[in-house]
């Protein structure tokens, strides 16, 4: 999904090259957007679904929450692996279609609520297409004091999908985040770069810093000093 200008159409290409690379056999790639400038042709467009409640509030992800609507649903049918935009691939993600479950999250690396320490990270989903679409009902019913209740829409989701029964997260290692399996503590980040763990075939990019700031080891907290990473540039391009 892309929205707004927090990402531009090469941000889509490039991970439309790097999931073509780790994926055997056909693909077909989709992507809600309100620009499709630019865009590889080989990606399928279509129009942001609507969200509920959302209105003209574009941070912290809210409009994800439209995968789980009708208009995915009159697209395609069984198992849908969603990939955020920020993501390093860095290794096969057959597995990730071979997982069994309903739906599948990866597990918040640090929940901030305790209430909500079920929470999954968004960043790499996979769900049925249209087999969730009481949670659209239930984001109705509930209405803007969602946003009181949830900080984002992945305590949101998560949430709903534990109380469904079917919350499940990834295997742990599968999904990495940058800055806090790869960059190394204080004091080794101040003369170690950041290194690639073991199992990792997904980095994940929350927060800051974003993938183009890892590279050349533009920080964000003064108690996680960041080293350039030019490895990550094989995994980016």
């Known amino acids: ?7 531009a159409a ?39 679904p609507a969200v509920p409640v959302v209105g003209d509030r574009h941070d ?13 649903a009159a697209l395609l049918e069984g198992p849908v692996l969603y990939l955020d935009l920020d993501i390093a691939i860095v290794q096969p993600l057959e ?6 479950g ?12 305790y209430r909500h320490r ?8 996979r769900f049925h297409a249209g087999a969730h679409q009481g949670l659209i009902a239930e984001l109705l019913r509930r209405g803007a004091r969602i946003r009181e209740d949830f900080r984002d829409e992945q305590e949101f989701v998560s949430d709903y999908m534990r109380r469904q029964g ?14 806090h399996d790869c960059v190394r503590p204080l004091p080794l980040g101040l003369w170690q770069e950041p290194q690639l ?19 050349i080891g533009i920080g964000s907290k003064w108690y996680r000093p960041l080293r350039p990473a030019p490895w990550l540039r094989r995994y980016l391009e």
């Open 1 to 7: 999904m892309k929205w707004g200008d927090k990402f």
């Open 10 to 48: 090469d941000d889509v290409n490039r991970l439309h090259r790097r999931v073509r690379s780790h994926v055997e056999g056909d693909l077909r790639m989709l992507c809600f957007t309100d620009d499709a400038r630019g865009i590889d042709p080989e990606v399928e467009c279509h129009p942001l």
């Open 60 to 72: 912290r992800g809210w409009r994800k929450l439209g995968l789980f609507g009708a208009e995915l």
């Open 95 to 100: 597995p990730f279609f071979d997982w069994p």
């Open 102 to 113: 309903e739906f599948l999250i990866i597990k918040d690396f640090k929940p901030l609520r």
């Open 118 to 125: 079920f929470s999954g990270n968004s960043s790499v989903i």
């Open 166 to 179: 079917v919350l499940q997260y990834w295997p742990p290692g599968w999904c990495a985040s940058f800055k």
């Open 197 to 215: 763990p073991d199992g990792a075939k997904v980095l994940v990019f929350h927060g800051r810093p974003k993938p183009d700031e890892a590279i």
